[in-house]
């Protein structure tokens, strides 16, 4: 079982990701929420040599998600580049499963008419 540090930090990553998915797109927020979610949760019960792969893999993506949010902070709102490209090496360690994983949200990211129709936050909560 994880020890009360390492579950505070596993959730503190987890919260400071969906925050900075707030300043995506809706339909790339949701999209991006989703998949978050289901990762931190299929992750659970993972051997501690994922867990580091896995922790460090999160920081990266939240790290380079927070210089992009930071780049766009002066433009139109959630107008923006997001994502990163993977170079060949990235791409040859990925396992049978995780490139299919990517290849689903590649397509689900780049149709023209998405998944998820969101419309904004009501302000009456």
Do not use: C
């Amino acid at each position: 079982m994880a020890g009360p540090s390492h579950v505070l930090k596993v959730r503190s990553l987890y919260k400071r990701i969906l925050l900075l998915h707030r300043f995506m797109p809706l339909d790339l927020r949701a999209l991006g929420d989703q998949y978050v979610k289901d990762e931190f949760r299929r992750h659970k019960a993972a051997r501690p040599q994922e867990v580091t792969s896995f922790m460090r893999e999160w920081e990266n993506y939240k790290d380079g998600l927070q210089s992009q949010v930071l780049e766009s902070a002066g433009r139109e709102a959630n107008v923006g580049k997001y994502g990163a490209d993977l170079s060949a090496e990235q791409l040859s360690q990925l396992q049978d499963q995780q490139i299919g994983q990517l290849y689903e949200l590649m397509l689900e990211s780049t149709k023209s008419n998405r998944q998820f129709s969101i419309q904004g936050d009501s302000l009456n909560k």
